[in-house]
């Protein structure tokens, strides 16, 4: 059984950074891609980022397309997403989700992935 944990969030000023952490625990972390997805109030969640489990490849929202950047430390189990430039609008409880294997069709649909953590506040605001 995988369980994953976020941590990171916070108050952050527009133009600030931050960033998030899904520390992982199970077997065969490795295998498994992992998603950032973020939901605002009153909002759908929406993936932001993933990085695959095959090549370690990312893939991106438009919306946040050069602002935010995910890794994965593989010696840690835990996928990092690093959020720059931060506006109003990023301000969502962010979430990251594990599926096993690459998952390419449904990597941005909630639905492919199996575990989720609690989520991460992330607010912006002067």
Not at 21 to 28: E, I, R, T, V
Not at 64 to 83: C, E, H, M, P, W
């Amino acid at each position: 059984q995988l369980q994953l944990v976020e941590s990171g969030g916070g108050l952050v000023q527009p133009g600030g950074s931050l960033t998030l952490s899904c520390a992982a625990s199970g077997p065969n972390f490795r295998y498994y891609s992992v998603g950032w997805f973020r939901q605002a109030p009153g909002k759908e969640r929406e993936a932001v980022s993933v990085v695959f489990n095959s090549d370690g490849s990312t893939d991106y929202a438009a919306s946040v397309k050069g602002r935010f950047i995910i890794s994965r430390d593989g010696a840690k189990n835990t996928v990092y997403l690093q959020i720059n430039s931060l506006r109003p609008e990023d301000k969502a409880i962010y979430y990251c989700a594990a599926h096993f294997g690459a998952g390419y069709s449904g990597a941005f649909s909630p639905g492919t992935y199996g575990y989720w953590g609690q989520g991460t506040q992330v607010t912006v605001s002067s």
